[in-house]
Every structure is written in structure tokens, then in C-alpha cells.
């Protein structure tokens, strides 16, 4: 296995631990809403992966969970204003991409949402 498909897997792993447990008590009627801020102006192939994931362990979109998807599209002026935005909502949880400075902008909207950052694998 390559550097960037181990760095996929165990964020996918990290990420997903706690969710499959409570994915069970969600399907009673709670609907999770999972906010992500990204720089970066698209879904990246790890986003992916983790909604993948997600599914395998019974999230089913829609049904007990939500993606709240925000993209700044490399304008860093626009993450606090997404940011704000996803606290607003609010989310359970704010997974950030596309780098440091989502995970700053999520921080400065909110003290009381958890946030993930998601760090890359880069080969070189």
C-alpha cells in the first residue's frame, strides 16, 4: 500500500470510529448534520471516501445524516463567511479540507462545534 492510500485510510479510520457509534441510536430519528469547509473548490477523492465509508457503517445521506458542504474555492476571504455560515446551521461536527486555514476560519466561527482537518498524504 502507497503513503497516500495508508494517509486515506486511517483518516477515514479515525474519522468513522465514533460516527459507527452512534450511527445506531441516529436511525432512531436523529438526523446528523456533518459540515465541510474546504479551500479548495471541489470534492476531494478522500471526501469521497469518507462518505463511502460513512455509508458502509449505515449513514445513510438524507436519511440520518446531512452534508452541509461549503467551498471557498482557494478565495480565503470567503472561509469565515462559510465558516459563520456552517455554526450557524448548526452542524455536529465540521470536517475541514484543502488545508490549514479552513481549520482557522472553522475555529474562529465557533467554540462548541468539534472540528476535523484532514491532512493530505503527498508524495515526493
Do not use: C, Y
Not at 54 to 61: A, D, K, M, N
Not at 90 to 112: M, Q, W
Amino acid at each position: 500500500m502507497d503513503r497516500r492510500a495508508f494517509m486515506a485510510a486511517s483518516t477515514i479510520a479515525i474519522l468513522t470510529a465514533p460516527l459507527a457509534a452512534e450511527a445506531e441510536e441516529s436511525r432512531a430519528g436523529k438526523v446528523s448534520r456533518l459540515g465541510h469547509l474546504s479551500s479548495l473548490d471541489t470534492l476531494t477523492v478522500n471526501h469521497a471516501a469518507f462518505r463511502e465509508k460513512l455509508r458502509e457503517l449505515g449513514w445513510v445521506e438524507g436519511t440520518n445524516i446531512i452534508f452541509e458542504d461549503r467551498f471557498a474555492g482557494r478565495d480565503g476571504k470567503r472561509l469565515a463567511t462559510l465558516a459563520a455560515e456552517l455554526a450557524h446551521l448548526p452542524v455536529d461536527l465540521i470536517f475541514t479540507t484543502g488545508g490549514v486555514e479552513s481549520a482557522l476560519a472553522a475555529k474562529s466561527a465557533t467554540k462548541t462545534i468539534p472540528i476535523l482537518l484532514q491532512r493530505l498524504a503527498i508524495r515526493s
